[in-house]
């Protein structure tokens, strides 16, 4: 199962995204349980669990900023729904396993993909009724583009520094630190 969870997981976090797009608050049950499923049976538990906490406040925090603006509008006026800081939860878990692959690209790279598929996420949540978006689409979508090309690279900074650490416990934190660029020694002279 191991060597498939990625593709689990790309699957997973598929019909997590429609499901919340398409029942908000009702689906918030359905992830609740996901979530408590996904840090039962994956591989990586406590990376998992380290994630779900630091990129979902992250990416809340993100979406707050953007709610707080008039960027986004949510029904009844909720500066961010309970549906999306789960949707993060999920998106944590997603970084680690099935987006793992952006960690072998360059920040300039990831971050033009946050750019782009940022975007055209909200796009496609807004088009199916999730959010509404309170300026034109250019300002909205570009809005959206700088936050997203911001914390893309930052979700993968975060996931391959806690990798370190975890795979790491019980090591000095010199041989930690030493390791947490791109997998390669750094010279710390």
Request: hydrophobic share 55%.
């Amino acid at each position: 199962m191991l060597r498939y969870f990625p593709l689990i997981n790309a699957v997973w976090f598929q019909l997590v995204w429609f499901s919340v797009i398409l029942y908000q608050q009702q689906a918030i049950p359905f992830l609740v349980v996901s979530i408590l499923l996904h840090l039962l049976i994956s591989p990586t538990r406590n990376l998992d669990f380290y994630l779900l906490v630091f990129i979902s406040m992250l990416g809340a925090f993100g979406d707050v900023l953007l709610s707080f603006t008039g960027v986004y509008l949510f029904p009844n006026d909720a500066l961010i729904p309970v549906w999306l800081i789960l949707l993060w939860c999920h998106f944590g878990f997603a970084i680690n396993h099935s987006l793992g692959w952006l960690s072998r690209f360059h920040f300039g790279l990831i971050a033009l993909l946050g750019a782009i598929a940022g975007p055209l996420n909200y796009l496609a949540g807004h088009r199916l009724g999730a959010v509404d978006f309170s300026y034109s689409y250019q300002i909205t979508l570009f809005s959206i583009g700088v936050i997203w090309a911001v914390n893309l690279p930052v979700f993968i900074i975060i996931q391959k520094r806690l990798r370190a650490r975890i795979s790491n416990e019980g090591k000095s934190y010199e041989n930690i630190d030493k390791y947490t660029h791109d997998g390669k020694p750094v010279n710390n002279k």
